[in-house]
């Protein structure tokens, strides 16, 4: 009799042990058939070392209560068992961990309660069986219900090994398929010894599709299978008739061994046996001929077929034949990625899997959702698929091998690589588990604790179960789509799909003449490049020859291929030991693409990544091409230039930030301008000159600021005798400067209280002339120079006044000009408020009351015609001169200042820096018509985007187009025009520009009667 104390000691034992119901084990441990072993440690230890010790306790007194316990004549199995499962630490750790892990296996071995001893083998030969040994395992089978118990039987080996970690998830996956495959072989062999005579009729193979084509099946899972049958004559000329009756033949054996392995029996059923992925799928026949399914391939397959074709692979049936199929099949598997839309089309296809699935389970769908096994399986076929025409290695229909080769042939990175085997590895044991427990098929995480708990741990998570479960389940999930999105969207794949066949891996001969036919000038040279970034066997050379093919197409869709490739070979010797450089280009949304039109679009941007080639990262971030703002930039210069040793030094710091988003903001334009298959063309020109403009100006702007701190730094410290700032003229002022712009400033300043007037001019002086020297110093990087001419007195005049200075030499001697010039002035660096007490002393000048007098408005043109007769360069083209010639910036400006002048005291929408806002205040405040605004609107962007296009394209500003046909055509290209319209192009120019000028002589010299 049991006391109470006894009791409660056994209850706490039970719960320590991890029973879930100690009040049920206790009643289970003292029934009678375990009353030899009831208080043995080392059972109670192997118990609740299992997934679910109140499980794996009653399906043991099940089994040995269905054990014989003998007689006088023969032995008691009931002592047998126990004995030996006491006695035998592989046997306890099997069996009991399969009844902790298997409620349906513990029901077969209540069934079958001798099955026990398939687990008593602990022999090397045993740890890993193949097709054979399954084979042997099951043939005594002649029925499907002796072939079930049969596959039970090995199915619960299987399963011992996996619960015990002998096999990993991928071996446990293999051993399933080659079991799946030996039991196909059995039902096809009862299926003939049925029906001898369809047997002599027919050659039959049986080729495994899905999961156990690929050597990766579930414990219950449809086995996808497709027929392949001839005449047994097999002959090339064998009669219709003969054939007819073959087919019939092969699929009365075909339906009947898929009967054998579907239906349901006393033994329950195996698995459904499916062939709905041959042609035609259901509506099609069962069985078909060889020459058959190759018709069918290569006429009517869908991408989807070919992908399924990945994991073919013969199992049943005629050897010969099933080899025969997969050979005949296999080129046009690896031709499937030259269809058209092919990627787009896989891409679809996994979309809608998603879709399909209903809202109530999307959360728990371990296989079809999002983060799921198919993401894995998806982004790896389609990589296969596309870099597979190539790359024998690749050709495995096996998920784990197929991806550890994407990551030895450099296609997928390591890290990726790790991440994604280690996450399908663990969702892959999940679902192992969840289906093992009742042997259904099934992919949904279940949802009540007691499930959970034991899924949990049966995955080795012990301390919180659940909690575990579902952080590693997240975690991995979030890694598969993260990794998924970013590997199976990649845009490298859908350019290297469209490459020609045999195109993604070229012969020195094929090379050339493809070089030729792309349009590149030196092919001799570009071999020369080709084989420096391809040859080897490193795993960079092996990402360059999946890159290269693609990006030769990319430099050919630009004026200067050559200039593209020699770049891009620069590019990859400057950053070659660098781990993340190809890693980028190979994975990163369009950098590859960015990269390839950056560097074939001109010399500027090529040349600033060649100085800072780690600014290559920026082509990889969607939102690494956004200008950043004047507050960012600024505060990033000063705190470079606090960290500098002198102002030299702190200087250097400076351009080198100027450098790098120099790059951005070209690389930003140039792609903007040509787009990419990710990222179209932008269809506003405008918005492309305004962010170059803005963008410029206030990377000028920081870079003047960090000078004036430096050079302040260097000569006082903290801080400067005199107040002092820094207003931004012309372009600069009025945010338009292009690549190639001088810098237009004013210096102003004012002493401090308490400061000698003459202490405070000097202290000014000096700064002024140390930012000139320090901003002058050589450098290959493109110029930044300030120009003061437009202060009062011009060159005569001193480089910095006082505030009260300026206020007394506009107060007396101002000019109508002066007062032009000082509508684009703007304070960009220094002390903000003097700048802001500047502006407002210079507002009444520039907006004066009730606008210009006549005498004033005829100085303007006279002015403005003086310039246009002595600054245009001699020799020059007047209609494609895009600062002084007809309609381009210098005649919009006018026009719109004069606007401004007359008119901005009483509308203050015209009071801005900015041309193209103030020409829409104008137009809004209807002193200039719709038609005419958008005409010189128009006429000045296309001529800041040519004096920018020149600067990208050749290296140095200038403002007409190149006479050089290479330079020419990049410009067009750059504008937008495709090549071989240069032509086109000059002619538009033209067009607009003339246009504007006619609304500039109505506009500005027809203001004064």
Excluded at 163 to 181: I, K, P, Y
Excluded at 261 to 281: F, H, K, M, Q
Aim: glycine share 8%; charged share 25%; proline share 5%.
């Amino acid at each position: 009799m049991t006391t109470p104390g006894r009791r409660s000691s056994t209850f706490t034992r039970l719960l320590r042990h991890g029973f879930n119901d100690a009040s049920a084990a206790g009643r289970l441990l003292d029934s009678p058939e375990l009353a030899s072993v009831r208080n043995d440690p080392v059972l109670l230890d192997a118990l609740g070392a299992t997934a679910d010790p109140d499980l794996a306790l009653l399906g043991l007194v099940r089994l040995v209560e269905a054990q014989d316990p003998g007689g006088p004549e023969t032995p008691d199995e009931r002592h047998l068992l126990l004995d030996t499962l006491l006695s035998s630490k592989p046997l306890r750790d099997r069996l009991l961990g399969v009844l902790g892990a298997s409620e349906a296996l513990g029901d077969h071995l209540a069934r079958h309660p001798r099955d026990w001893q398939a687990l008593v083998t602990y022999e090397a030969s045993d740890l890993h069986p193949g097709v054979e040994e399954f084979e042997h395992g099951l043939a005594e089978a002649v029925d499907p219900v002796t072939l079930r118990v049969a596959y039970r039987r090995c199915l619960l080996s299987i399963a011992a090994r996996d619960v015990c970690g002998t096999t990993d998830v991928a071996e446990t996956a293999a051993e399933l398929a080659d079991l799946a495959t030996a039991t196909l072989r059995a039902a096809l062999a009862i299926a003939r010894g049925a029906a001898p005579e369809d047997d002599a009729l027919c050659t039959l193979a049986v080729i495994a599709m899905g999961k156990c084509g690929g050597h990766e099946l579930n414990y219950v899972s449809d086995v996808d299978v497709i027929f392949v049958a001839e005449p047994v004559n097999g002959a090339a000329g064998a009669e219709g008739a003969d054939e007819s009756k073959a087919m019939q033949a092969a699929t009365r054996l075909a339906s009947h061994m898929m009967r054998i392995c579907s239906e349901t029996t006393v033994e329950g059923t195996i698995w459904p046996v499916d062939a709905n992925l041959r042609p035609e799928g259901r509506n099609g026949p069962l069985v078909r001929t060889l020459s058959s399914h190759l018709a069918y391939y290569q006429r009517w397959a869908k991408t989807w077929e070919f992908q399924a074709l990945l994991k073919a692979r013969p199992v049943a049936g005629d050897p010969d034949l099933g080899e025969a199929y997969v050979e005949t099949l296999a080129p046009l598997v690896w031709q499937a990625a030259e269809r058209d839309n092919f990627v787009p089309d896989v891409q679809k296809m996994r979309r809608r899997v998603v879709d399909n699935i209903p809202a109530a389970e999307i959360e728990r769908e371990l296989k079809l959702g999002p983060g799921g096994l198919r993401d894995v399986e998806f982004a790896v076929q389609l990589l296969q698929l596309v870099h597979g025409r190539a790359d024998v290695s690749l050709r495995s229909g096996s998920t784990l091998d197929a991806l550890a080769a994407l990551a030895a042939g450099g296609y997928v990175g390591r890290a990726d690589a790790a991440q994604l085997d280690a996450a399908y590895r663990f969702l892959r044991a999940m679902e192992h588990r969840i289906q093992l427990y009742r042997l259904r098929r099934t992919h949904l995480v279940p949802e009540d604790e007691r499930d959970l708990r034991r899924l949990g741990r049966s995955l080795g998570l012990r301390t919180e179960p659940v909690t575990e479960l579902n952080r590693a389940w997240r975690r991995h999930a979030a890694v598969v789509r993260r990794l998924h999105e970013k590997i199976f969207y990649r845009p490298l794949l859908d350019a290297v799909a469209q490459l020609a066949p045999g195109e993604t891996r070229l012969s020195a001969d094929a090379a050339r003449e493809r070089l030729v036919a792309l349009g590149y000038a030196d092919p001799a040279a570009a071999l020369r490049h080709l084989e420096a970034l391809a040859s080897g066997v490193t795993r960079k050379a092996a990402i360059q020859r999946t890159l290269l093919p693609v990006l030769l197409g990319w430099f050919a869709d630009s004026a200067d291929p050559d200039a593209g490739l020699l770049g891009f070979r620069k590019v990859s010797d400057a950053l070659g030991k660098t781990p993340w450089y190809l890693r980028l280009l190979r994975d990163e949304g369009a950098a590859a693409e960015n990269l390839a039109r950056v560097l074939s679009a001109g010399r500027l941007a090529p040349d600033l990544l060649l100085r800072a080639p780690e600014a290559v990262a920026l082509l990889g971030d969607s939102r690494g091409l956004e200008p950043r703002g004047r507050d960012h930039l600024e505060q990033e210069i000063l705190a470079a230039v606090r960290r500098a040793d002198g102002a030299e030094q702190a200087v250097a710091a400076a351009r080198g930030v100027r450098r790098r988003e120099l790059f951005r903001t070209t690389a930003g334009d140039l792609i903007g301008s040509y787009g990419t298959e990710e990222s179209p063309a932008e269809a506003d020109p405008g918005a492309l000159v305004d962010r170059v403009g803005s963008a410029v100006s206030d990377l000028t702007a920081a870079t003047l600021a960090g000078t004036l701190r430096a050079v302040v730094r260097a000569g006082w410290g903290d801080e400067l005798p005199t107040r002092f700032t820094v207003i931004g003229m012309g372009r600069f002022g009025g945010h338009e400067l292009s690549y190639g712009s001088d810098a237009d400033v004013l210096f102003v300043h004012e002493p401090r209280e308490g400061v000698d007037d003459q202490e405070a001019a000097k202290a000014a002086n000096q700064v002024v002339a140390e930012m000139r020297r320090l901003l002058q110093l050589p450098t290959s990087d493109p110029p930044l120079l300030i120009d003061a001419d437009l202060r009062p007195e011009g060159k005569s005049g001193p480089l910095v006044r006082t505030l009260k200075s300026y206020a007394a030499y506009y107060h007396r001697w101002s000019h109508v000009w002066e007062s032009q010039a000082l509508l684009r002035a703007e304070p960009v660096a220094g002390d903000a408020d003097l700048g802001r007490r500047f502006i407002e002393l210079i507002d009444p000048l520039r907006y004066p009351q009730e606008g210009l007098g006549d005498d004033a408005v005829r100085e303007i043109r006279r002015l403005k015609a003086r310039m246009e007769a002595e600054r245009m360069p001699r020799g020059a083209d007047p209609t494609l001169h895009a600062k002084l010639g007809r309609g381009g910036l210098s005649d919009v400006e006018w026009a719109v200042q004069l606007l401004q002048l007359q008119e901005g005291w009483a509308e203050p929408g015209l009071r801005t820096t900015r041309t193209r806002e103030a020409l829409a205040a104008a137009r809004a405040a209807e002193l200039i018509s719709t038609e005419d605004a958008e005409i010189l609107d128009e006429a000045w962007v296309l001529a800041t985007r040519v004096r920018n296009a020149v600067m990208l394209v050749r290296g140095r500003a200038g403002d007409t187009f190149p006479s050089d046909g290479r330079e020419l055509a990049a410009v067009g290209r750059y504008l937008g025009y495709e090549a071989g319209t240069v032509g086109e192009m000059i002619d538009d120019y033209r067009r607009i520009t003339r246009r504007a000028r006619h609304v500039v002589e109505e506009l500005f010299y027809g203001a004064v009667g």
